[in-house]
């Protein structure tokens, strides 16, 4: 399941210094929220890491797989009504012909939600 546009919407993007960032909305009506909790909806781990799949798929402009997610850390919990709008930074993104891999946090201007390393296989068509 592609979760832009329906757990997530981007609101804006911009390269600077070698970063990659995006911000996007959460979308509190989203089914996922409504099962993960009822009346406290807490977005789960998993759907943060695909997120960066998500925009990282963006910033490369290909198809990815994850292969690997390495040091993830799920530092403060990310609500849709406490902190609906964050920020998808990309501190290091790598490509070569094989892998792409990049380091992520996931903010807002106080908090830092997740940090995550992954390492992503180019879907073969």
Known sequence: MILKNQLYQIEHSQESDG???????????????RAHFPGQPITPGVCIVQIVQELLELTVGQ?????????VKFLNILT??????????????????????????????TTVFTTVSVVCQPVKR
């Open 19 to 33: 970063t990659e960032q995006f911000t996007i909305r959460l979308l509190e009506d989203c089914p996922i929220y």
């Open 63 to 71: 198809q990815l797989e994850i292969s690997e997610v390495k040091n």
């Open 80 to 109: 849709p009504k406490d902190n609906p709008k964050v920020d998808i930074v990309f501190t290091a993104i790598e490509t070569s012909d094989e892998s792409v891999s990049a380091k992520a946090e996931v903010k807002d201007a």
